[in-house]
Structure formats: C-alpha cells, structure tokens
C-alpha cells in the first residue's frame, strides 16, 4: 500500500517540490496541492494519509511567520484536521510548516482552542541563518524517528526559527512526555554554540512531535537531504548510502504498511 500524500501549498511556499520530491522517493502517492482547493471543496483532507506543511514563506509571513495559513487551518479546515488526526494519520510541518502548527493549535498537543504555548520566533543573531546543523534526535514517540541514526545533518534556512514556550509549565510538559525530538547539537553530539544552534532556541530545540508521536514539527529541512550528493562535504568525506532526511519521509510511509 502506497499511503497519499497531501503537500500543502498556498502563496509563497517555496519548498513543496522539495517535499513532494522526498515522499514520492519514499515510496508515496504525493500531491501538491493548494490550501484554497481544501477550502473550496475541491480536494479533501479524509482522502490522504499525511499531511505535509512545507517550508517556505506563506503569504510573505506579512503578520508573522505562517500566521495566515495557521489561521486558515485554524478557522476554516478544523473540522477536517480534528477528524484527521483523530483517525490516526500523520502531518508533518518543516520550517514554515513547523510555524504554521504551532500557532494553528497542533502543537505541542492537538487543540486548536487552546492559546499558543510555544512559538517560533526572531534569531538571537539577527539575521537570516541558512547552514547546515547537527541534530540530536531524542528518543520519543515520533513515528517520523523510529530507529533514526541518534546524530543527524539537515539544513536550515530562516529567520524565525528560535524556539520559546510560555512558561516553566509547558517546557516541563513537553520533557515528561518526551516530545523533545530534535535538539542541535556540536558536531560530536555535545552542548552546541552560535552558530551550532543557529538560533537560539530554548534547550537546543530543533523539533517537537505532540504526545501521541503523530504531529511532528521541526525547522531543520530534511527533505533537502535526500541524496547523498546533497550533503556539502561529500566530495570530501565520500557518498553515504543514502542522505540523512531519507528516513524521515521512510518512516511515515511505513506506517501504513
């Protein structure tokens, strides 16, 4: 069974083909689709099995980074994204995707209710960060990391990718239930400095997934490590046998098989 892949578009995505890319290569059904054909009727959320909320800069984050298209899924799709999770599929938001979840209501858990507890916000440097980074993936109930080597190489490109939670209360909820998925890391899995962690994020945290392991979300890009030609030292260093992002999108599609 090849599981159908929703990739969300709207104005100013710019790494769907990307995504797209990555699940097909996965062994998906992907389709890149716009977020106005769920909201005319015209495509379905019940008829997928992921849903993907790629990187990019929707409606040029005029408000904030991702807050329209959060809005939009928080106001105008909820019924479809509540029956969506409650049906035991799995989303997934990279970069921009990871803003849009935390400020639609899908992170940290599943309530789009409930008033915004974490939020990805200004780099402590003050600018654009676009690098590569290690990432310490965390043993969690992510069904996206099941048995992902425990040090791995993603990109990131943005501006507002420092992770804040509102208080001591939501940090501590989040380490009791080991949603902490992706923290950065040195290059030997140690305690990161600038630009190591390129953003300031609050404990290193790259990427959470919610309680139940079926909403991750994370500002790293592994889809832009696929190949192992992608990979910038690899002129250097040789070919691996497949790019570190690769188990990711497995992942996911194994979990409907």
């Given amino acids: 069974m090849k599981p159908n892949v929703l990739v969300l578009r709207a104005a100013g995505s710019n790494c769907d083909q990307d995504a797209h890319f990555a699940f097909q290569y996965a062994g998906a059904n992907a389709q890149l689709i716009h977020v106005n054909r769920l909201l005319d009727g015209d495509a379905r959320l019940q008829d997928f099995q992921i849903l993907v909320i790629p990187g990019g800069f929707t409606y040029g984050d005029d408000i904030s980074a991702g807050k329209i298209l959060a809005n939009q899924l928080k106001y105008k799709l909820a019924d479809q994204l509540l029956a969506f999770h409650a049906a035991d599929k799995l989303i997934i938001g990279i970069c921009n995707g990871f803003q849009v979840l935390v400020k639609a209501g899908l992170l940290p858990q599943m309530d789009l209710k409930a008033p915004q507890s974490v939020t990805l916000t200004n780099n402590d440097s003050g600018k654009f960060e676009d690098r590569w980074v290690y990432l310490k993936v965390n043993k969690s109930p992510c069904v996206f990391t099941k048995n992902v080597k425990s040090l791995v190489y993603y990109p990131v490109a943005h501006a507002e990718g420092k992770f804040v939670v509102r208080d001591d209360q939501v940090l501590n909820l989040l380490k009791q239930n080991r949603q902490i998925v992706f923290q950065y890391a040195a290059p030997d899995g140690g305690q990161p400095v600038y630009p ?62």
């Fill in 196 to 257: 190591q962690n390129p953003n300031g994020s609050m404990l290193d945290i790259a990427g959470i997934c919610d309680a139940t392991g079926r909403i991750l979300g994370l500002m790293p890009h592994p889809e832009r490590h696929i190949d192992p030609t992608n990979h910038p030292h690899w002129t250097r260093e040789g070919l691996a046998q497949e790019g570190d992002g690769v188990a990711i999108f497995r992942n996911a599609v194994n979990y409907f098989r």
